[in-house]
């Protein structure tokens, strides 16, 4: 499995992006799928994932409530719908799978970063 994320841009504060992670490979319905994103100085930190089946899902506390993340496992794409964005959002999105949980070290495959950047 070997996931692209796309989507990113430039947004003002209040305002909303959809991120997607299109995945290759054949198993890609077996995978847990998991967004993570990394701000300039910061550490890489765990936004939401989702589990193979798409019933269980799991955000952080900073992005709950605003954040909603689904996939369609017919298009082997997970999206992540971001709403009410705040310059604290800033950052880099990974698209990972292989797991659900809040450590990233626990996942298997990383795709290249899609850039967010939310303008106050």
């Known amino acids: 499995v070997q996931p692209q994320a796309s989507g990113g841009g430039l947004v003002q504060a209040g305002g909303s992006l959809r991120l997607s992670c299109a995945a290759s490979g054949r198993t890609f319905s077996s995978y847990g799928m998991g967004w993570f994103r990394q701000a300039p100085g910061k550490e890489r930190e765990f936004v939401a994932s989702i589990n193979w089946s798409g019933i269980r899902t799991y955000y952080a506390d900073s992005v709950k409530g605003r954040f909603t993340i689904s996939r369609n496992n017919a298009k082997n794409t997970v999206y992540l719908q971001m709403n009410t964005l705040k310059p604290e959002d800033t950052a880099v999105y990974y698209c990972?799978?292989?797991?659900?949980?809040?450590?990233?070290?626990?996942?298997?495959?990383w795709g290249q970063g899609t850039q967010v950047t939310v303008s106050s």
């Open positions: 990972t799978a292989g797991a659900v949980v809040t450590d990233p070290t626990a996942y298997d495959y």
